[in-house]
């Protein structure tokens, strides 16, 4: 038993677990065995000492009979195993056997049941062929006779003989004007014609009669061919005799004047047949209903606009490309949430934000300081307020005395973190036109703005003795607190990109290049008290040698985390701008990233549904645009339409989008981002130093604007497809006509618009801020146009501007052009509507929706066989 638990605890050892057993089971049958033969030898009580003799040359005769009999018994085991081993081979053989009988009968009935029917189906195969040729033929004997009866005898070789009148009929009440074709002969007149009509139409003759397009009135004796003039349409108008009696016109007097004048007439008489102005209005078409459509300009005009097509637009649209579209939206929709998860960048940001940001205390409060605590950052307004935030601001979040207070306490601070500065020249040349006046009191003209041949790249020597001075010594400085970086070495543009990987900032005032003077302390420290104690006593001494002067304006501080929860790299750069006038201004740039996208399960998941958002990308352009561009094609359009419709530019927008996304994210994959931390927290005397991810956060956070990009595109391309319905069809159809006069108002509007940024700009720009540059200017006057107004600082400088700004606005803008956008919008429909709209058509049914989803060919795959032409009789 105890073998039998060890091997069932291995099933590794299953194989042996069986002959183990058996050994077993064999040992003890022996030795049971041979306890009975003992005990049978055992003398009995009473028994006396001679027997011994027997019992001891009995022994081995007791055992070899034992060893028989189990000899016997393995034998008989075998033979058993054997024989049941042989009856299992052969009921596995009659298994097989009877499986092969039954196979067999099921396909002689099978086949029996084939030859029973087969006469029937013949049958049948028979009659529905006989069924279909009858209807083939009849329907081409009704298209030949119909052929034949409508045909007309050619006319060549002879003169045109006139043998089909149109006969026009509107019914009262109703708008809907009915055709009716008659054959006629020399001996057919108007009488007999227009009995013919009334009794088609079941109206009385003797209320009615025929005039031709000219408004002439026929009498009933003439014949038919003779009411015509050479050239005029034969085609007459059936209307109601008019009970009451009117003058003749002009035209018509002039359409009954004799041939020839009258003997008794004057010579020198007037001939109506030379009056020009009678002339010109027989030409003109008119009937008894044009003094009516006169007076409803509308109307008269809609009904000489012509014939708008039938829409075939359900037929570009298929199943397959709504699920293409589909996928491609959930795939886009899906990898934006996993890859940006609502809210982490957002608290993620702010965390850098409300450690550098906010008002901090004063520790000392002396009686010259105007206030106890250091401004926000926001609210800095002088070079003091400056200071103190260097000073006290950001060495408490680098290097806190508290240390679960800082930074630090929440993200990994790599490396280094960089103070760089910008200033222009003191070169005292002003411009000539006020040049003398500068002189004349003594003053210094400074560059307006740090960039190109503007900008100073002198060393600031007295900054770089200093910084000289310092121990540099790894023995005296073996955390390399300081990094590489001379603040009073002037570095390049091309050279802090090449070593720093520092891209040029847009300020609010400027645009800023990567040159300047830099300083930069390591972030991660030990000591932190030592190392806030180092920075401080080097902003004291860089005040003193006026490294932030006059003719500073930009001040940054930039530097790089990483969160280990988020698993993110965030990219700050704060910025304060100082210009000639001395105000400072600040702005910050805080993103958050990932240096590579490809390192987890998931994020390699991701990558892959980008590959099939690529092969979506690439069917759309192939397909869906050949379809396109031969349904534009089909009804004699030219196929680049398509390309200049919603639909053509909607799936131009999605391929490049795409591409464009793939290929950037693949820049995301050159380093890990383990080798991206190592290498910016580099501390060697010529390598270290700060190291900025700007870059890279830039084009991490503008794949994501290009995402949402993207799904506004497929959703308005999804919206296209809505045009199954009717009604979203002509509410469709409606915005499309009516954007060809929105293209002329927007003409109109964007030059009103451009001129009220430029008034603002020029007239408030100089007092309220919103309106200091053209682009604050521009979004003001969205917010005006939207309702939501900031008028209250322009009627404090300047309420007289102010009034008739909004006065003006109004009456020209909002009153004007935006109501005719409203009513371009509703003509459009009412057009559409009239034109396009019609009766309500039958809704679709599960057919009409299995022929619009299913192809063609799978249709015709699975109709009955139709016969070839060599079956038809």
Avoid at 493 to 516: F, Q, S, W
Avoid at 608 to 616: R, S
Avoid at 665 to 672: D, E, G, I, N
Avoid at 737 to 760: D, E, M, N, R, Y
């Amino acid at each position: 038993q105890a073998s039998g638990f060890k091997l069932a605890k291995h099933p590794r050892l299953s194989h042996c677990s069986t002959q183990g057993l058996w050994g077993s089971f064999t040992l003890r049958a022996m030795t049971t065995l041979a306890t009975q033969g003992n005990d049978a030898m055992v003398p009995a009580d009473g028994e006396g000492e001679g027997e011994e003799e027997d019992v001891g040359g009995g022994k081995p005769k007791e055992e070899a009979k034992l060893k028989k009999e189990y000899r016997e018994k393995i034998e008989e085991k075998h033979q058993a195993d054997d024989y049941s081993n042989r009856l299992q081979r052969k009921l596995q053989r009659l298994n097989e056997s009877l499986a092969e009988l039954s196979e067999a009968a099921d396909s002689q009935r099978r086949t029996l049941e084939l030859e029973k029917n087969k006469e029937k189906d013949e049958q049948t195969s028979l009659k529905r062929e006989r069924d279909t040729k009858a209807r083939n033929q009849e329907e081409r004997i009704r298209k030949t006779l119909s052929d034949v009866l409508y045909q007309k005898p050619s006319n060549k070789g002879r003169n045109f003989e006139l043998d089909t009148v149109r006969v026009t009929f509107v019914q009262a009440g109703k708008s809907v004007l009915y055709p009716l074709a008659f054959r006629i002969d020399d001996a057919t007149t108007i009488s007999t014609l227009r009995n013919n009509a009334c009794k088609y139409w079941n109206l009385i003759p003797s209320e009615y009669i025929l005039k031709t397009m000219a408004n002439n009135k026929c009498s009933d004796e003439i014949r038919v061919k003779e009411c015509f003039k050479q050239g005029e349409l034969a085609q007459l108008r059936l209307e109601q005799k008019s009970q009451r009696a009117e003058e003749p016109k002009e035209e018509e007097l002039k359409a009954i004047m004799p041939k020839q004048p009258s003997p008794g007439a004057k010579r020198g008489g007037r001939d109506m047949r030379m009056h020009a102005e009678a002339v010109d209005k027989m030409g003109v078409y008119s009937d008894g209903n044009f003094s009516k459509l006169k007076a409803m300009g509308g109307i008269y005009f809609l009904l000489k606009l012509p014939d708008v097509k039938a829409s075939e637009h359900v037929q570009k649209i298929k199943l397959r490309d709504i699920v293409a579209f589909t996928v491609l939206a959930l795939i886009v929709f899906i990898n934006y949430e996993t890859r940006r998860p609502p809210g982490h960048d957002f608290w993620h940001r702010e965390g850098i934000v409300d450690s550098l940001l906010p008002p901090f205390p004063k520790p000392d409060v002396s009686d010259q300081s105007y206030s106890s605590m250091v401004p926000h950052f926001s609210e800095l307004k002088t070079k003091e307020d400056v200071w103190d935030w260097l000073n006290l601001t950001v060495p408490n979040a680098f290097w806190p005395v508290d240390a679960r207070d800082g930074l630090a306490s929440y993200n990994l601070l790599v490396g280094y973190m960089a103070i760089r500065t910008q200033r222009v020249r003191a070169s005292g040349k002003c411009d000539r036109v006020n040049e003398k006046v500068v002189a004349k009191l003594g003053g210094i003209c400074h560059d307006l703005e740090a960039s190109g041949d503007d900008q100073d790249t002198a060393n600031i020597q007295p900054v770089v003795n200093y910084w000289n001075s310092l121990p540099q010594d790894v023995q005296e400085d073996p955390d390399r607190f300081r990094g590489a970086a001379n603040p009073g070495l002037f570095a390049s543009p091309e050279e802090n990109h090449k070593r720093r990987n520092i891209v040029t900032l847009r300020g609010a005032i400027a645009r800023y290049d990567a040159g300047g003077y830099s300083l930069n302390y390591r972030m991660e420290i030990s000591n932190k008290t030592t190392a806030r104690d180092k920075y401080r006593k080097d902003l004291q001494n860089l005040r003193n040698l006026n490294w932030l002067g006059v003719t500073t304006r930009l001040l940054v501080l930039s530097f790089s985390s990483y969160n280990f929860d988020y698993d993110m790299m965030v990219s700050s750069d704060l910025m304060i701008e100082v210009p000639p006038a001395g105000m400072i201004h600040t702005n910050y740039i805080i993103r958050p990233f990932k240096p590579r996208m490809d390192e987890t399960r998931q994020e390699l998941d991701q990558t892959y549904a980008d590959y099939v958002c690529i092969l979506i990308a690439g069917y759309i352009f192939f397909f869906v645009g050949y379809t396109e561009r031969r349904h534009k094609m089909k009804y004699h359009k030219a196929g680049i339409r398509y390309y200049l419709s919603l639909n053509g530019i909607c799936d131009l927008a999605i391929v490049i989008i795409v591409v464009v996304n793939v290929f950037l994210r693949w820049q995301f994959k050159s380093k890990k981002t383990g080798d991206s931390l190592e290498e910016a927290s580099k501390t060697s005397a010529t390598d270290g130093g700060f190291k900025s991810f700007a870059e890279q956060a830039f084009w991490y956070t503008e794949v994501f604007c290009l995402d949402g990009v993207l799904m506004v595109f497929i959703l308005l391309r999804m919206l296209s497809f809505v045009r199954l319905n009717r009604k979203i069809y002509l509410m469709w159809h409606a915005l499309g006509k009516a954007t060809i006069s929105f293209a002329f108002f927007i003409g109109i509007l964007a030059p009103l618009l451009c001129g009220f940024v430029v008034f603002l700009h020029s007239r408030f720009g100089p007092y309220v801020e919103d309106y200091a540059l053209l682009s604050s200017a521009s979004l003001q006057l969205y917010k005006i146009m939207t309702g939501n107004p900031s008028t209250g600082n322009l009627l404090a400088y300047d309420r007289v501007w102010a009034l008739s700004f909004v006065l003006a606005f109004y009456l020209v803008i909002t009153f004007g052009l935006l109501n005719v956008f409203t009513t371009i919008v509703v003509d459009a429909y009412y057009l559409v509507q009239i034109t396009a709209g019609g009766p309500p058509l039958k809704a679709w049914g599960w057919e009409r929706y299995v022929q619009w989803a299913v192809p063609s060919l799978v249709i015709s795959l699975c109709q009955p066989r139709s016969k070839g032409p060599q079956e038809v009789i």
